[in-house]
């Protein structure tokens, strides 16, 4: 079974543009997480999405969204990019909700916004 | 609120060596506790995870970790390091609510292997 695939893999924007990142989840799987992780703030929850409905987000401003397709693969979306927003981003998976579930995690795209 | 504090940013242990890192957290109820570890531009692989029962939980590659709930603290050990244990681990709680995958990260410990 392939992993939790995200893409691209490396992703430099400039300040003000626009970015959208993709996750496939595992085959059968149909939540999906988000996460960002910088070296300040470490790792922080940005959405969960199960069955196409945002279910749980974090505490992040509304430049960040996201959303999830009918084959639960999703994509996050961050409008008009500031220097903070340079992270890795990473995306996870599980077969259910809950928080006894085990996530898969995809190997995350490197944003850098110059 | 919850949280999760990992006191060691960084630890450094020689190869064959034992090894513990630890995880304090704070939580109303019963946690749902996890560590992770995350290679050099790689994601997030599970370790082990606690829900209930045996505070003695056993994880892949030789790593265990013990719930101590009059401590608040989720410590992971393992007897003998190897080098390709060099990454760095996170431990996790799950959130509060129902139906939520939600994780709250602690900030990580560096682990370094000496040959």
């Known amino acids: 079974k392939a992993g939790v695939t995200q893409t691209p893999r490396y992703l430099i924007k400039t300040r003000g543009q626009q970015v959208t990142l993709s996750c496939s989840p595992i085959?059968?799987?149909?939540?999906v997480s988000w996460y960002q992780q910088t070296p300040g703030q470490g790792l922080q929850f940005l959405f969960e999405y199960f069955s196409e409905t945002q279910r749980n987000k974090g505490n992040f401003p509304g430049r960040f969204s996201g959303r999830q397709f009918s084959n639960s693969r999703s994509e996050m979306n961050v409008s008009t990019l500031e220097l903070g927003d340079s992270a890795l981003y990473l995306c996870a998976s599980s077969l259910e909700r809950g928080p006894n579930e085990k996530l898969f995690f995809g190997s995350g795209t490197q944003l850098s916004v110059l | 609120a919850q949280s999760v504090t990992q006191p060691d940013i960084h630890i450094t242990v020689s190869e064959g060596a034992s090894l513990e890192l630890r995880c304090n957290y704070s939580y109303g109820a019963t946690p749902y506790l996890f560590w992770y570890v995350q290679s050099p531009g790689q994601g997030l692989q599970l370790l082990l995870k606690?829900?209930?029962?045996?505070?003695l939980v056993q994880g892949i590659k030789g790593f265990e970790a013990e719930f101590k709930r009059s401590q608040s603290s989720f410590n992971l050990r393992k007897p003998s390091v190897h080098w390709s244990d060099a990454a760095e681990y996170f431990c996790?709680?799950?959130?509060?609510?129902?139906?939520?995958?939600?994780?709250?990260f602690g900030q990580g410990t560096t682990l370094q292997v000496k040959p």
């Open positions: 085959s059968g799987h149909r939540s």
């Open positions: 996790a709680v799950g959130a509060q609510g129902s139906n939520t995958g939600k994780l709250i």
């Open positions: 606690y829900f209930s029962g045996d505070t």
